[in-house]
């Protein structure tokens, strides 16, 4: 069969998934603040509750290990891309998880701002950025172009998905356990979890070929979606496409993240009227995480039929009217289209982690995926611009709607630009 695929493929696709969903924990990060954040008691020690053995930190206190866990995270794709290519996937992946198993672990125990900062931003960051770089790229050397869209879906969406169930779990850990053993339980768990799932990922071998598209009777089989031409990063870095991917990488990412970061603040303003809804706005934040994880699926999947190209533009086109019409939506208090409009957000954002990869692949080739991808992934990094600019945006005019106004047409510039932008070819490619 033309599209059969060894069994192995398959277990690294699900093994990188399984990874990506220990690595998630970024996404599940206001469960903890939620029990330690006290602006009017901040610096104070904790007495009683969940966080007892703590102190009260303040917003922006709180915020800075996750802001720093990201930095960190975006940097760290290209050493991890670097171990990826050179080591392999099992390295890099129980690496990066032990990494941040070991930075879960300080955190919890150390009970203090401090053990946040290096546990969970430095090391929990560096862990990230290394083992995230890993399960991508080894599942994608094993499918040709017609597949790379689902399958980087696949693996990416665990990460994606991974608060809704480190959300719902860390909440029960705190609850019977506190703060600090919740933190230790979990790095525990990735430990195990990262060792056994990262010991299956592997690259596809030498002289592989990966199957071709099947070719329906009597039709004449497509020209190459993917190039021939296994790039090196240097050469990469010397065209435009490079750059072109990275601005686009930019613009999913700071619109996805104008929403992600506000999106309880957005149910709690649009819903005043509602009781049951403004008293649990983490209710828009749980259900966007959803629409993460399946709309990474989602994506990798119609890529693989209507082009990378046409999805990109797809989801960043409506992404881009409703955050035109997002200060309409919250001026007329509609829950129901907010919940719409946040929902193609967060769409939007996973697709562009799923089409991202596949667009490196395409472009660049898969064998030197992990460290090319760890330097388009900047743009990724780049993109947390849009969420501090919107901050200083709402000090200055009492509300986000400027924000909104301009991701949007951030995305559409992405857009056109992702129009003429093709793959570079080489003269015996054309």
Known sequence: MADKVPGKAWIVVFSGTAVNLCLGILYAWSVWTGK?????????????GPGVGWTYLTNAEAATPFSLCVLIFALFMIPGGKIQDKLG?????????????????????????GGLIFGFGILGGIGMGIGYAAPTPAALSWFGPH?????????????????????????????????ASSFVILGCFFAAVVIIAGSQLAKAPPG?????????????PAKAAGTLVDWNPSDMMKTWQFFALMF???????????????????LATTAKAIPFFAANA???ASYGGLINAVGRVGTGMYSDKIGRGNAYALNCLVSALCLFLMPSIIGAKSVFFLFIAVGIAFWQY??????????????????????????VFIGWGLGFFMTRLAGTIKDITGSLDWAFYLSALVLIAAVVLSWVTKRPMLEHEK
């Not at 996937?89 to 701002?113: E, H, N, R």
């Open 36 to 48: 330690l954040i006290d602006v009017k008691k901040a610096g104070q020690l904790i007495t009683e």
């Open 89 to 113: 996937p099992k390295v890099g992946a129980i690496t990066g998880g032990l990494f941040l198993a070991i930075g879960c672990i300080i955190a919890g125990l150390a009970k203090s701002y």
């Open 147 to 179: 597949k790379r869209g689902l399958v980087a879906g696949l693996v990416v969406g665990g990460y994606g998905g991974a608060a809704l169930y480190i959300s719902p779990l860390a909440a029960y850990l705190i609850a019977a356990y506190g703060v």
């Open 208 to 220: 592989y070929v990966a199957p071709a598209a099947p070719v329906k009777a009597g039709v004449a």
């Open 248 to 266: 686009m990488f930019i613009g999913t990412t700071q619109s996805g993240l104008l929403v992600i970061a506000n999106a309880a603040g957005l």
């Open 282 to 284: 983490w209710i828009l």
């Open 350 to 375: 996973g697709g562009g982690l799923a089409l991202m990869p596949a667009f490196t692949a395409d472009f660049f080739g898969p064998k030197n995926l992990g460290m090319n991808y760890g330097l």
